[in-house]
């Protein structure tokens, strides 16, 4: 709740002040009169100046002891301290204001007639700011139990739905948890062909084995009683036809991506 006490607005000390330690609930109000909307960055004085020519109003035209509501919102949800918690309001009519505090959106008839979400927020802030020091669950317009348009429309309307917060506003959305990033995909054959040494006419040994046996199972037919363990031209040949086939470079020399098509990874 963004809270302005009286001494942000720098309030007039009532006259005198009734106790309400507790009551059945809260009625909203609204200004009445044509408002004129505010840009956020003037809240901290156009706001205050409608706060402190409501007062002036209150005391001097009307004669009362202070401002007559506990709360006052402006559209920018910022709730402003008027008589504040447990004390008697003025606002509800004779005999009413001991059975519900009074909170008054800075709301018009004409010019700034809308309440915005930032203004029901905050009016629902003040509600559950006095529901703190007191306030009993019941929500009412100030035209329930008495003759008048207070508090408008679109206010007693969000009233009768029982105040609720803006959709999407309260609570914070919660981010949504990351996706972790996927681990790249390890192929193990792609590892092994990486840890084999490219082989040429002449090299011996098991991997010459191995390529020996892989030519076989692709149908080469040149290794008839060729010595399995000696790269031998027999090899050369098989490994350029392999080559030609695949289009690979034919150079008869078992690298990397000759290894790989010999044992299918590519
Ligand atoms: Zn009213
Ligand atoms: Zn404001």
Redesign the pocket.
């Known amino acids: 709740m963004k809270f302005m006490p009286r001494s942000a607005w720098d309030a007039r000390g009532p006259k005198n002040i009734t106790r309400l330690s507790s009551a059945r609930g809260v009625k909203v109000h609204y200004v009445g009169s044509p408002v004129t909307s ?1 840009p ?1 960055a ?3 004085t ?3 100046n ?1 706060v402190r020519s409501i007062q002036r109003q209150h005391m001097d035209s009307n004669g009362w002891s202070d401002i007559a509501y506990n709360l006052l919102v ?5 709730v ?1 301290e008027g008589r504040g918690a447990r004390v008697m309001s003025a606002a509800n009519g004779s005999g009413l204001n001991s059975g519900h505090y009074a909170v008054c959106a ?1 709301l018009g008839n004409k010019g700034l007639v809308e309440p915005s979400d930032a203004m029901l927020n905050g009016l629902r802030d003040a509600i559950e700011y006095l529901r703190e020091h007191g306030a009993g669950n019941e929500i009412k317009g100030h035209r329930d139990g008495y003759s008048t348009d207070c508090p408008g429309g679109p206010l007693y309307a969000w009233v009768r739905k029982g105040a609720p917060r803006p959709k999407g506003s309260t609570p914070a959305k919660p981010t949504p948890p990351k996706k972790p990033t996927p681990e790249p995909e390890i192929n193990p054959t792609e590892v092994m062909v990486k840890q084999l040494p490219t082989l040429r006419e002449g090299d011996r040994g098991w991997h010459v084995k191995t390529l020996h046996y892989l030519l076989l199972a692709r149908d080469y037919g040149g290794l008839d009683g060729v010595d399995d363990t000696t790269f031998t031209p027999a090899h050369t040949n098989g490994v350029k036809g392999l080559q030609d086939a695949t289009g690979l470079k034919i150079d008869g020399v078992v690298g990397q991506k000759t290894w790989a098509v010999l044992l299918r990874v590519a």
């Open positions: 505010v956020a003037k809240c901290s156009g706001c205050r409608k402006c559209e920018h949800g910022v402003w800075l």
